[in-house]
Protein backbone atom coordinates (compact mmCIF):
# COMPACT_ATOMS: atom_id res chain seq x y z
CA UNK A 1 0.00 0.00 0.00
CA UNK A 2 1.44 3.25 -1.15
CA UNK A 3 0.67 6.72 0.36
CA UNK A 4 -1.49 7.49 -3.36
CA UNK A 5 -3.64 5.27 -4.99
CA UNK A 6 -3.36 5.55 -8.50
CA UNK A 7 0.66 5.68 -8.64
CA UNK A 8 3.68 5.40 -6.85
CA UNK A 9 5.70 8.29 -6.13
CA UNK A 10 9.47 7.75 -6.34
CA UNK A 11 12.70 9.91 -6.19
CA UNK A 12 16.06 9.18 -7.68
CA UNK A 13 18.81 9.30 -5.04
CA UNK A 14 22.16 10.26 -7.27
CA UNK A 15 25.53 8.38 -6.42
CA UNK A 16 27.72 11.45 -5.42
CA UNK A 17 24.94 12.04 -2.72
CA UNK A 18 24.49 8.53 -1.51
CA UNK A 19 28.54 8.36 -1.66
CA UNK A 20 28.75 10.89 1.76
CA UNK A 21 25.35 11.35 3.29
CA UNK A 22 25.23 10.34 7.00
CA UNK A 23 22.29 8.32 8.97
CA UNK A 24 21.53 11.41 10.70
CA UNK A 25 21.04 13.46 7.71
CA UNK A 26 19.17 11.04 5.71
CA UNK A 27 16.83 11.06 8.97
CA UNK A 28 16.50 14.83 8.50
CA UNK A 29 15.84 14.66 4.67
CA UNK A 30 13.19 11.71 4.99
CA UNK A 31 11.28 13.90 7.43
CA UNK A 32 11.34 16.77 5.48
CA UNK A 33 10.35 14.23 2.01
CA UNK A 34 7.79 12.77 3.93
CA UNK A 35 6.07 15.81 5.28
CA UNK A 36 5.72 17.76 2.06
CA UNK A 37 5.51 14.59 -1.02
CA UNK A 38 5.37 10.96 0.47
CA UNK A 39 8.02 9.20 -1.36
CA UNK A 40 6.76 5.48 -1.71
CA UNK A 41 10.40 4.34 -3.46
CA UNK A 42 13.66 5.58 -4.55
CA UNK A 43 15.89 4.43 -7.14
CA UNK A 44 19.02 4.31 -5.26
CA UNK A 45 22.39 5.02 -7.99
CA UNK A 46 25.27 3.12 -8.02
CA UNK A 47 27.43 5.07 -10.23
CA UNK A 48 27.49 8.62 -11.70
CA UNK A 49 31.41 9.18 -12.45
CA UNK A 50 31.95 8.20 -9.00
CA UNK A 51 30.93 5.31 -6.84
CA UNK A 52 28.81 5.01 -4.20
CA UNK A 53 30.34 2.38 -1.81
CA UNK A 54 28.52 -1.02 -0.78
CA UNK A 55 28.70 0.37 2.87
CA UNK A 56 27.13 3.19 1.92
CA UNK A 57 24.22 1.79 -0.19
CA UNK A 58 23.84 -0.75 2.56
CA UNK A 59 23.14 2.49 5.59
CA UNK A 60 20.70 4.03 2.70
CA UNK A 61 18.96 0.67 1.67
CA UNK A 62 18.00 -0.10 5.87
CA UNK A 63 17.18 3.69 6.82
CA UNK A 64 14.76 4.17 3.31
CA UNK A 65 13.37 0.32 4.34
CA UNK A 66 12.75 0.88 7.94
CA UNK A 67 10.71 4.35 6.49
CA UNK A 68 8.59 2.33 4.52
CA UNK A 69 10.34 3.53 1.78
CA UNK A 70 11.39 0.82 -1.02
CA UNK A 71 14.62 0.49 -2.73
CA UNK A 72 15.47 -0.04 -6.73
CA UNK A 73 18.55 0.75 -7.92
CA UNK A 74 19.67 3.22 -10.74
CA UNK A 75 22.68 4.14 -13.15
CA UNK A 76 23.95 7.07 -14.92
CA UNK A 77 26.25 6.04 -17.69
CA UNK A 78 28.95 8.73 -17.15
CA UNK A 79 32.57 9.05 -16.35
CA UNK A 80 35.93 10.41 -15.86
CA UNK A 81 38.16 9.61 -18.35
CA UNK A 82 39.52 5.91 -17.73
CA UNK A 83 42.71 6.43 -19.51
CA UNK A 84 45.08 8.42 -20.63
CA UNK A 85 43.62 8.06 -24.10
CA UNK A 86 40.69 9.47 -23.50
CA UNK A 87 41.79 12.54 -23.54
CA UNK A 88 41.92 12.03 -27.25
CA UNK A 89 37.59 11.24 -27.04
CA UNK A 90 35.52 14.64 -26.74
CA UNK A 91 32.78 12.94 -25.32
CA UNK A 92 29.08 14.80 -24.38
CA UNK A 93 28.49 14.76 -20.56
CA UNK A 94 31.18 12.38 -19.92
CA UNK A 95 29.18 9.68 -21.82
CA UNK A 96 30.72 6.71 -22.54
CA UNK A 97 32.23 5.28 -25.78
CA UNK A 98 31.59 1.83 -26.48
CA UNK A 99 33.81 1.07 -29.09
CA UNK A 100 36.92 1.39 -26.16
CA UNK A 101 37.64 -2.03 -24.20
CA UNK A 102 38.46 -0.26 -20.73
CA UNK A 103 34.62 1.73 -21.07
CA UNK A 104 33.16 -1.59 -21.85
CA UNK A 105 34.59 -3.43 -19.28
CA UNK A 106 33.90 -0.36 -16.90
CA UNK A 107 30.19 -0.54 -17.80
CA UNK A 108 29.78 -4.07 -17.52
CA UNK A 109 31.61 -3.70 -13.59
CA UNK A 110 28.92 -1.28 -13.05
CA UNK A 111 25.83 -3.01 -13.93
CA UNK A 112 27.06 -6.45 -12.07
CA UNK A 113 27.52 -4.11 -8.95
CA UNK A 114 24.03 -2.56 -9.10
CA UNK A 115 22.54 -6.23 -10.22
CA UNK A 116 23.74 -8.07 -7.03
CA UNK A 117 22.33 -5.04 -5.07
CA UNK A 118 18.95 -4.79 -6.41
CA UNK A 119 16.00 -6.51 -8.04
CA UNK A 120 15.42 -3.60 -10.34
CA UNK A 121 17.22 -0.74 -11.83
CA UNK A 122 16.78 2.10 -14.20
CA UNK A 123 19.04 3.28 -16.40
CA UNK A 124 18.91 7.35 -16.39
CA UNK A 125 19.05 8.99 -20.31
CA UNK A 126 22.81 9.23 -20.70
CA UNK A 127 22.58 6.00 -21.89
CA UNK A 128 23.08 7.36 -25.41
CA UNK A 129 26.38 6.70 -27.27
CA UNK A 130 27.74 10.39 -29.08
CA UNK A 131 31.36 9.78 -28.91
CA UNK A 132 32.88 9.85 -32.31
CA UNK A 133 36.44 9.21 -31.84
CA UNK A 134 38.91 7.54 -34.12
CA UNK A 135 37.73 3.95 -33.09
CA UNK A 136 34.12 4.61 -33.37
CA UNK A 137 34.58 5.58 -36.83
CA UNK A 138 36.63 3.04 -37.58
CA UNK A 139 33.93 1.11 -36.14
CA UNK A 140 31.28 2.83 -38.26
CA UNK A 141 33.08 1.91 -41.56
CA UNK A 142 30.17 2.57 -44.76
CA UNK A 143 27.14 2.84 -42.36
CA UNK A 144 25.66 6.27 -41.36
CA UNK A 145 26.09 7.43 -37.95
CA UNK A 146 22.53 6.84 -37.00
CA UNK A 147 22.93 3.22 -38.12
CA UNK A 148 25.90 2.50 -36.35
CA UNK A 149 24.79 3.97 -33.06
CA UNK A 150 21.95 2.27 -32.68
CA UNK A 151 23.24 -1.24 -34.14
CA UNK A 152 25.77 -0.39 -31.17
CA UNK A 153 23.66 0.66 -28.79
CA UNK A 154 21.63 -2.16 -29.83
CA UNK A 155 24.84 -4.26 -28.70
CA UNK A 156 25.58 -2.44 -25.63
CA UNK A 157 22.03 -3.00 -23.92
CA UNK A 158 22.54 -6.88 -24.90
CA UNK A 159 26.40 -7.70 -23.80
CA UNK A 160 26.92 -4.87 -21.58
CA UNK A 161 23.92 -4.19 -19.81
CA UNK A 162 21.17 -6.97 -19.91
CA UNK A 163 23.27 -10.06 -20.10
CA UNK A 164 25.65 -9.49 -17.02
CA UNK A 165 23.19 -8.28 -15.39
CA UNK A 166 20.29 -11.52 -15.59
CA UNK A 167 23.97 -13.38 -14.86
CA UNK A 168 24.27 -11.98 -11.49
CA UNK A 169 20.50 -11.62 -10.30
CA UNK A 170 18.03 -13.60 -12.74
CA UNK A 171 14.85 -11.98 -11.66
CA UNK A 172 16.64 -8.48 -12.13
CA UNK A 173 13.80 -6.10 -13.59
CA UNK A 174 15.94 -3.88 -15.87
CA UNK A 175 13.93 -0.12 -17.03
CA UNK A 176 15.63 2.09 -19.87
CA UNK A 177 14.45 5.76 -19.55
CA UNK A 178 14.11 7.24 -22.83
CA UNK A 179 15.13 11.55 -23.14
CA UNK A 180 12.92 14.22 -24.08
CA UNK A 181 14.09 14.23 -27.30
CA UNK A 182 12.60 11.74 -29.10
CA UNK A 183 13.01 13.26 -32.18
CA UNK A 184 16.64 12.52 -32.29
CA UNK A 185 17.04 9.21 -30.75
CA UNK A 186 18.50 7.44 -34.11
CA UNK A 187 21.20 10.02 -34.45
CA UNK A 188 22.82 8.36 -30.43
CA UNK A 189 21.53 5.25 -30.93
CA UNK A 190 18.50 5.54 -28.71
CA UNK A 191 16.08 2.62 -30.44
CA UNK A 192 12.72 2.26 -28.71
CA UNK A 193 11.75 0.24 -31.75
CA UNK A 194 13.80 -2.35 -31.06
CA UNK A 195 14.87 -1.76 -27.18
CA UNK A 196 11.12 -2.30 -25.89
CA UNK A 197 11.51 -5.43 -26.82
CA UNK A 198 14.78 -5.74 -25.26
CA UNK A 199 14.53 -4.11 -21.99
CA UNK A 200 12.00 -5.79 -19.39
CA UNK A 201 10.46 -1.92 -18.89
CA UNK A 202 10.57 1.11 -20.26
CA UNK A 203 10.86 5.09 -18.74
CA UNK A 204 9.30 8.80 -19.69
CA UNK A 205 11.74 11.55 -19.82
CA UNK A 206 8.42 14.26 -18.61
CA UNK A 207 11.22 17.14 -18.10
CA UNK A 208 9.82 20.58 -20.24
CA UNK A 209 10.43 23.08 -17.82
CA UNK A 210 10.45 26.16 -18.81
CA UNK A 211 9.47 26.97 -22.28
CA UNK A 212 11.19 30.30 -23.09
CA UNK A 213 14.52 29.74 -20.84
CA UNK A 214 15.60 26.71 -22.00
CA UNK A 215 17.62 25.70 -24.65
CA UNK A 216 15.19 22.91 -25.88
CA UNK A 217 12.29 25.22 -25.99
CA UNK A 218 10.04 22.07 -25.00
CA UNK A 219 5.72 22.81 -25.03
CA UNK A 220 4.56 21.63 -21.82
CA UNK A 221 2.47 19.34 -23.15
CA UNK A 222 5.18 16.88 -23.99
CA UNK A 223 5.32 15.77 -20.40
CA UNK A 224 1.60 14.29 -21.11
CA UNK A 225 2.30 13.44 -25.12
CA UNK A 226 5.56 11.60 -24.48
CA UNK A 227 4.01 9.16 -22.08
CA UNK A 228 0.89 8.80 -24.07
CA UNK A 229 3.65 7.51 -26.98
CA UNK A 230 5.72 5.49 -24.61
CA UNK A 231 2.69 4.06 -23.45
CA UNK A 232 1.46 2.68 -26.73
CA UNK A 233 5.12 1.95 -27.53
CA UNK A 234 5.43 -0.83 -24.77
CA UNK A 235 1.39 -1.19 -23.62
CA UNK A 236 1.61 -1.81 -19.80
CA UNK A 237 5.08 -1.70 -18.93
CA UNK A 238 6.09 2.14 -19.58
CA UNK A 239 7.07 2.54 -16.01
CA UNK A 240 6.80 6.26 -15.00
CA UNK A 241 7.27 9.47 -15.94
CA UNK A 242 10.57 11.75 -14.66
CA UNK A 243 10.92 15.61 -14.33
CA UNK A 244 13.22 17.52 -12.51
CA UNK A 245 13.41 21.33 -10.86
CA UNK A 246 16.10 22.70 -13.28
CA UNK A 247 15.36 25.73 -15.15
CA UNK A 248 11.51 25.78 -14.26
CA UNK A 249 11.75 29.44 -12.78
CA UNK A 250 8.55 29.50 -10.74
CA UNK A 251 6.94 26.95 -8.94
CA UNK A 252 3.86 26.63 -11.22
CA UNK A 253 6.15 25.67 -14.22
CA UNK A 254 7.77 23.07 -11.83
CA UNK A 255 4.34 21.30 -10.79
CA UNK A 256 2.98 21.39 -14.15
CA UNK A 257 5.35 19.06 -15.31
CA UNK A 258 4.20 17.05 -12.34
CA UNK A 259 0.40 17.76 -13.60
CA UNK A 260 0.70 16.43 -17.37
CA UNK A 261 2.44 13.43 -16.12
CA UNK A 262 -0.11 12.59 -14.11
CA UNK A 263 -2.87 13.51 -16.44
CA UNK A 264 -1.89 10.50 -18.45
CA UNK A 265 -2.18 8.05 -15.86
CA UNK A 266 1.24 7.38 -15.11
CA UNK A 267 2.44 4.20 -12.72
CA UNK A 268 5.04 5.66 -11.22
CA UNK A 269 5.72 9.94 -10.42
CA UNK A 270 9.40 10.07 -10.62
CA UNK A 271 11.23 13.32 -8.90
CA UNK A 272 15.06 13.52 -9.84
CA UNK A 273 16.67 14.39 -7.46
CA UNK A 274 16.68 13.61 -3.89
CA UNK A 275 19.33 16.23 -3.18
CA UNK A 276 18.47 18.99 -5.51
CA UNK A 277 14.91 18.47 -4.55
CA UNK A 278 15.75 18.54 -0.27
CA UNK A 279 14.82 22.15 1.20
CA UNK A 280 13.25 23.03 -2.21
CA UNK A 281 10.70 25.47 -2.35
CA UNK A 282 8.58 23.84 -5.38
CA UNK A 283 8.71 20.80 -3.55
CA UNK A 284 6.36 21.73 -1.12
CA UNK A 285 3.45 22.36 -2.64
CA UNK A 286 3.88 18.82 -4.56
CA UNK A 287 2.13 16.46 -2.27
CA UNK A 288 -0.79 18.37 -1.84
CA UNK A 289 -1.48 18.66 -5.33
CA UNK A 290 -0.33 14.88 -6.06
CA UNK A 291 -3.20 14.40 -3.31
CA UNK A 292 -5.61 16.25 -5.10
CA UNK A 293 -5.01 14.43 -8.48
CA UNK A 294 -4.94 11.70 -6.42
CA UNK A 295 -8.75 11.79 -6.20
CA UNK A 296 -9.23 12.98 -9.64
CA UNK A 297 -7.53 9.94 -11.32
CA UNK A 298 -9.92 7.86 -9.32
CA UNK A 299 -12.86 8.99 -11.79
CA UNK A 300 -10.92 9.17 -15.01
CA UNK A 301 -11.03 6.35 -17.61
CA UNK A 302 -8.30 5.45 -20.29
CA UNK A 303 -6.98 8.85 -21.93
CA UNK A 304 -8.03 9.64 -24.95
CA UNK A 305 -7.17 12.01 -28.30
CA UNK A 306 -6.90 12.24 -31.81
CA UNK A 307 -4.19 9.70 -32.90
CA UNK A 308 -0.98 10.77 -33.97
CA UNK A 309 1.11 8.31 -35.87
CA UNK A 310 4.95 8.83 -35.07
CA UNK A 311 7.20 6.38 -36.00
CA UNK A 312 9.79 5.50 -34.33
CA UNK A 313 13.41 7.03 -35.13
CA UNK A 314 11.48 9.76 -37.12
CA UNK A 315 12.04 13.37 -36.79
CA UNK A 316 10.32 16.24 -39.11
CA UNK A 317 8.31 18.67 -37.77
CA UNK A 318 9.48 18.07 -34.88
CA UNK A 319 7.02 18.74 -31.73
CA UNK A 320 4.12 20.20 -34.23
CA UNK A 321 2.22 17.86 -31.81
CA UNK A 322 2.44 19.46 -28.78
CA UNK A 323 1.93 22.84 -30.09
CA UNK A 324 -1.33 21.49 -31.36
CA UNK A 325 -1.92 20.02 -27.67
CA UNK A 326 -1.14 23.36 -26.07
CA UNK A 327 -3.70 24.81 -28.40
CA UNK A 328 -6.83 22.62 -27.35
CA UNK A 329 -6.73 19.93 -29.44
CA UNK A 330 -6.36 16.32 -27.77
CA UNK A 331 -4.19 13.91 -29.24
CA UNK A 332 -3.11 10.09 -28.31
CA UNK A 333 0.94 9.61 -30.32
CA UNK A 334 1.58 6.02 -31.00
CA UNK A 335 4.31 4.15 -32.94
CA UNK A 336 1.83 2.34 -35.58
CA UNK A 337 -0.93 3.56 -38.19
CA UNK A 338 -4.19 2.75 -36.88
CA UNK A 339 -6.60 0.44 -38.27
CA UNK A 340 -9.77 2.49 -39.32
CA UNK A 341 -13.01 2.06 -37.08
CA UNK A 342 -16.25 4.05 -36.46
CA UNK A 343 -15.62 3.63 -33.12
CA UNK A 344 -12.37 4.60 -31.39
CA UNK A 345 -10.54 1.61 -29.28
CA UNK A 346 -7.25 3.51 -29.45
CA UNK A 347 -4.36 2.46 -29.85
CA UNK A 348 -5.44 0.20 -32.46
CA UNK A 349 -7.89 1.73 -34.08
CA UNK A 350 -10.18 5.19 -34.57
CA UNK A 351 -12.32 6.63 -37.21
CA UNK A 352 -9.46 9.53 -37.61
CA UNK A 353 -5.87 10.05 -37.39
CA UNK A 354 -3.36 13.10 -37.30
CA UNK A 355 -0.18 12.75 -39.60
CA UNK A 356 3.00 15.16 -40.13
CA UNK A 357 6.27 15.04 -41.68
CA UNK A 358 7.40 12.32 -38.89
CA UNK A 359 5.28 9.88 -41.01
CA UNK A 360 7.10 10.05 -44.31
CA UNK A 361 9.50 7.67 -42.06
CA UNK A 362 7.16 5.05 -42.83
CA UNK A 363 7.68 4.16 -46.81
CA UNK A 364 4.35 2.50 -46.86
CA UNK A 365 2.87 5.46 -45.69
CA UNK A 366 0.36 7.04 -48.51
CA UNK A 367 -1.07 3.15 -49.14
CA UNK A 368 -2.03 3.00 -45.32
CA UNK A 369 -3.52 6.73 -45.56
CA UNK A 370 -5.58 5.81 -48.63
CA UNK A 371 -7.11 2.33 -47.66
CA UNK A 372 -7.72 4.31 -44.13
CA UNK A 373 -9.49 7.02 -45.91
CA UNK A 374 -11.15 4.87 -48.43
CA UNK A 375 -13.14 2.95 -45.50
CA UNK A 376 -14.43 5.73 -44.29
CA UNK A 377 -11.30 7.31 -42.04
CA UNK A 378 -10.48 10.77 -41.60
CA UNK A 379 -6.60 11.64 -42.00
CA UNK A 380 -5.77 14.99 -40.98
CA UNK A 381 -2.30 15.75 -42.53
CA UNK A 382 0.35 18.93 -41.53
CA UNK A 383 1.28 20.98 -44.48
CA UNK A 384 4.49 19.77 -43.79
CA UNK A 385 3.47 15.97 -44.77
CA UNK A 386 1.77 17.64 -47.83
CA UNK A 387 4.72 19.81 -49.08
CA UNK A 388 7.35 16.80 -48.28
CA UNK A 389 4.81 14.27 -50.16
CA UNK A 390 4.69 16.11 -53.23
CA UNK A 391 8.64 16.64 -53.57
CA UNK A 392 8.86 13.45 -53.19
CA UNK A 393 6.20 12.33 -55.85
CA UNK A 394 5.16 9.41 -53.69
CA UNK A 395 1.61 9.21 -54.31
CA UNK A 396 0.11 12.12 -52.58
CA UNK A 397 -1.28 13.84 -55.57
CA UNK A 398 -3.61 10.96 -56.15
CA UNK A 399 -5.31 12.16 -52.77
CA UNK A 400 -5.50 15.85 -53.09
CA UNK A 401 -5.30 19.07 -55.44
CA UNK A 402 -3.09 20.97 -53.07
CA UNK A 403 0.23 21.71 -55.06
CA UNK A 404 2.96 23.72 -53.75
CA UNK A 405 5.33 26.73 -55.32
CA UNK A 406 7.33 27.93 -52.74
CA UNK A 407 5.57 30.23 -52.02
CA UNK A 408 4.32 31.75 -48.19
CA UNK A 409 2.45 34.17 -47.41
CA UNK A 410 2.48 36.65 -44.54
CA UNK A 411 -1.17 36.61 -42.95
CA UNK A 412 -3.11 38.83 -40.45
CA UNK A 413 -6.73 38.08 -41.28
CA UNK A 414 -8.48 34.90 -41.24
CA UNK A 415 -11.65 34.07 -42.77
CA UNK A 416 -13.51 31.37 -41.23
CA UNK A 417 -17.09 29.50 -41.76
CA UNK A 418 -19.16 28.11 -38.94
CA UNK A 419 -19.72 24.10 -39.62
CA UNK A 420 -22.55 23.50 -41.79
CA UNK A 421 -22.34 27.04 -43.48
CA UNK A 422 -20.33 28.49 -46.68
CA UNK A 423 -21.12 31.88 -45.12
CA UNK A 424 -17.95 33.04 -43.90
CA UNK A 425 -16.35 36.07 -41.79
CA UNK A 426 -13.56 37.61 -40.14
CA UNK A 427 -11.39 38.21 -37.35
CA UNK A 428 -7.90 39.68 -37.19
CA UNK A 429 -4.95 38.54 -35.15
CA UNK A 430 -2.94 40.33 -33.09
CA UNK A 431 0.85 39.61 -35.14
CA UNK A 432 1.57 38.31 -39.00
CA UNK A 433 1.63 34.78 -39.04
CA UNK A 434 3.45 32.53 -41.87
CA UNK A 435 1.63 29.88 -43.85
CA UNK A 436 2.63 27.75 -46.85
CA UNK A 437 1.05 28.64 -49.74
CA UNK A 438 -1.09 25.74 -50.26
CA UNK A 439 -2.68 25.94 -54.43
CA UNK A 440 -5.47 23.87 -54.89
CA UNK A 441 -8.60 23.43 -57.71
CA UNK A 442 -11.85 24.79 -56.27
CA UNK A 443 -14.22 22.64 -56.63
CA UNK A 444 -12.28 19.95 -56.41
CA UNK A 445 -11.02 20.43 -52.88
CA UNK A 446 -13.29 22.90 -50.22
CA UNK A 447 -11.58 25.42 -48.09
CA UNK A 448 -12.55 25.14 -44.51
CA UNK A 449 -10.67 28.48 -43.60
CA UNK A 450 -8.61 31.13 -45.09
CA UNK A 451 -6.05 33.35 -43.64
CA UNK A 452 -4.62 36.28 -46.20
CA UNK A 453 -4.41 39.90 -45.88
CA UNK A 454 -7.14 42.05 -47.65
CA UNK A 455 -8.25 40.65 -51.06
CA UNK A 456 -6.02 37.77 -51.05
CA UNK A 457 -6.14 34.89 -48.96
CA UNK A 458 -4.62 31.23 -48.98
CA UNK A 459 -6.53 28.42 -47.36
CA UNK A 460 -5.23 26.90 -44.20
CA UNK A 461 -7.76 24.10 -43.84
CA UNK A 462 -8.48 22.17 -47.27
CA UNK A 463 -10.84 18.75 -47.54
CA UNK A 464 -10.76 16.72 -49.47
CA UNK A 465 -13.03 13.64 -50.24
CA UNK A 466 -11.69 10.02 -51.44
CA UNK A 467 -14.01 6.78 -51.68
CA UNK A 468 -16.17 6.87 -47.69
CA UNK A 469 -13.93 9.23 -46.34
CA UNK A 470 -11.44 12.05 -46.35
CA UNK A 471 -7.98 13.92 -46.46
CA UNK A 472 -7.84 16.88 -44.35
CA UNK A 473 -4.48 19.39 -44.82
CA UNK A 474 -3.75 22.15 -41.99
CA UNK A 475 -1.57 24.09 -42.94
CA UNK A 476 1.44 24.98 -40.10
CA UNK A 477 2.68 28.53 -39.23
CA UNK A 478 6.20 28.18 -40.01
CA UNK A 479 7.05 28.88 -36.49
CA UNK A 480 4.85 26.92 -34.17
CA UNK A 481 4.94 28.80 -31.72
CA UNK A 482 2.95 31.28 -33.76
CA UNK A 483 -0.14 28.30 -33.52
CA UNK A 484 -0.86 30.06 -30.53
CA UNK A 485 -1.48 33.55 -32.39
CA UNK A 486 -4.10 32.00 -34.56
CA UNK A 487 -7.81 34.11 -33.62
CA UNK A 488 -9.69 32.14 -30.98
CA UNK A 489 -12.51 31.84 -33.70
CA UNK A 490 -10.29 30.37 -36.60
CA UNK A 491 -8.61 27.46 -33.82
CA UNK A 492 -11.59 26.55 -32.33
CA UNK A 493 -12.67 25.65 -35.95
CA UNK A 494 -9.87 23.93 -36.07
CA UNK A 495 -10.46 21.93 -32.69
CA UNK A 496 -13.80 21.32 -34.06
CA UNK A 497 -12.56 19.20 -37.57
CA UNK A 498 -9.87 17.60 -35.81
CA UNK A 499 -11.93 16.41 -32.28
CA UNK A 500 -12.00 12.65 -31.75
CA UNK A 501 -14.29 12.31 -29.56
CA UNK A 502 -17.95 14.17 -28.77
CA UNK A 503 -16.16 17.19 -27.33
CA UNK A 504 -14.18 20.09 -28.62
CA UNK A 505 -13.15 23.55 -27.06
CA UNK A 506 -13.85 27.04 -28.05
CA UNK A 507 -11.75 29.37 -26.35
CA UNK A 508 -8.42 30.75 -26.05
CA UNK A 509 -5.09 28.91 -27.16
CA UNK A 510 -2.67 28.05 -24.36
CA UNK A 511 -5.02 25.46 -23.12
CA UNK A 512 -5.14 21.97 -23.16
CA UNK A 513 -8.03 19.56 -23.27
CA UNK A 514 -7.75 15.89 -21.85
CA UNK A 515 -10.70 13.71 -22.38
CA UNK A 516 -10.79 10.23 -21.29
CA UNK A 517 -12.95 7.39 -22.54
CA UNK A 518 -15.66 7.32 -19.65
CA UNK A 519 -16.98 10.76 -21.00
CA UNK A 520 -14.71 12.56 -18.48
CA UNK A 521 -12.49 15.45 -19.30
CA UNK A 522 -9.99 18.12 -17.77
CA UNK A 523 -8.77 21.57 -18.74
CA UNK A 524 -5.48 22.86 -18.23
CA UNK A 525 -4.83 26.55 -19.23
CA UNK A 526 -0.60 27.39 -18.88
CA UNK A 527 0.59 29.65 -16.23
CA UNK A 528 3.29 30.63 -18.97
CA UNK A 529 3.14 32.74 -22.62
CA UNK A 530 0.23 35.36 -22.73
CA UNK A 531 -1.84 33.32 -20.49
CA UNK A 532 -5.08 34.53 -18.59
CA UNK A 533 -8.10 34.34 -17.04
CA UNK A 534 -11.17 33.53 -19.56
CA UNK A 535 -14.23 31.85 -20.29
CA UNK A 536 -14.37 29.11 -22.38
CA UNK A 537 -17.47 27.01 -23.91
CA UNK A 538 -17.41 22.95 -24.11
CA UNK A 539 -19.31 21.72 -27.41
CA UNK A 540 -20.59 18.14 -26.76
CA UNK A 541 -22.66 16.72 -29.64
CA UNK A 542 -25.89 15.90 -29.06
CA UNK A 543 -27.77 15.89 -25.82
CA UNK A 544 -26.24 16.38 -22.38
CA UNK A 545 -27.91 17.12 -19.40
CA UNK A 546 -25.05 18.68 -17.29
CA UNK A 547 -21.34 18.87 -16.76
CA UNK A 548 -20.36 17.79 -13.05
CA UNK A 549 -17.26 18.97 -11.43
CA UNK A 550 -14.48 16.25 -10.42
CA UNK A 551 -13.03 17.41 -6.75
CA UNK A 552 -9.52 15.69 -6.34
CA UNK A 553 -8.86 14.79 -2.30
CA UNK A 554 -7.91 18.45 -1.48
CA UNK A 555 -10.20 20.67 -3.94
CA UNK A 556 -10.59 24.15 -3.06
CA UNK A 557 -13.99 24.04 -3.09
CA UNK A 558 -15.74 21.02 -1.27
CA UNK A 559 -19.08 20.77 -2.57
CA UNK A 560 -18.85 21.51 -6.58
CA UNK A 561 -21.65 22.77 -8.40
CA UNK A 562 -23.04 21.17 -11.47
CA UNK A 563 -22.92 23.45 -14.51
CA UNK A 564 -26.05 23.58 -16.72
CA UNK A 565 -26.25 24.10 -20.44
CA UNK A 566 -25.24 27.35 -21.68
CA UNK A 567 -27.99 26.56 -24.66
CA UNK A 568 -28.93 23.24 -26.37
CA UNK A 569 -29.81 21.86 -30.15
CA UNK A 570 -30.75 19.00 -31.69
CA UNK A 571 -26.76 18.50 -32.99
CA UNK A 572 -25.03 19.92 -29.59
CA UNK A 573 -25.14 21.10 -26.39
CA UNK A 574 -22.61 23.97 -25.06
CA UNK A 575 -21.82 25.05 -21.51
CA UNK A 576 -19.75 27.86 -20.51
CA UNK A 577 -17.48 28.45 -17.48
CA UNK A 578 -14.65 30.14 -16.29
CA UNK A 579 -10.67 29.05 -16.41
CA UNK A 580 -7.54 30.70 -14.62
CA UNK A 581 -3.99 29.90 -15.37
CA UNK A 582 -2.15 27.11 -13.06
CA UNK A 583 -5.51 25.80 -11.93
CA UNK A 584 -6.61 21.93 -13.42
CA UNK A 585 -10.63 21.51 -13.79
CA UNK A 586 -11.96 18.21 -14.54
CA UNK A 587 -15.13 17.44 -15.04
CA UNK A 588 -18.06 14.40 -15.70
CA UNK A 589 -20.73 14.56 -19.35
CA UNK A 590 -23.45 14.01 -17.58
CA UNK A 591 -26.26 12.73 -20.66
ZN1 LIG B 1 34.50 6.54 -29.38
Redesign the pocket.
Known amino acids: MGNYRNFTTVMYCIAPWAARITEAELQRQIEFFNHYVKPDKVYLETFRSEWASQEQLDLCKRVFKDHGIAVSGGITTVTEDLSPEDSK ?1 QRFYQTF ?4 EVHREHLKKVVTYTAENFDEFIIDDFFFSQ ?3 E ?2 RREKGDRSWAEFKMDKMREVSENLVIKPAKAVNPKINIIIKYPNWRESFQETGYNPAQQKDMFDMIYTGTETRHPVETEQHLPHYLSYSLMRFFENTKPGKNGGGWFDPYECYGIDTYLEQAYLTAFSKPREIMLFCWPSLYHNKVVTPLGFRLKDLDGILDKLGKPQGLPFYLPHNSQGEDHLEDYLGMAGIPLEPMPTFPAYAKTPLLPSSAPSVLVTASALEDRDIIPKIRNFINQGGKVIASSGFIIESLQRKNGIEDLTSIRFRGRYAETCEFQISRSGSSRMYYRKSGERIRFPVLEHRTNSSWSLLNAGSGDQHTSILIRDTNGRGELLTLAIPDLFSRIKKIPAEALTRIREELALGNIYLEGPPQLSLFTYDNGTFGLYPYTTLDSAPDWVKIHVKGKASALSPISGDNSFVSEPVKIAPLSQSETETIFEFRVEPGDYQFFKVEV
Open positions: RCYSNCRCDC
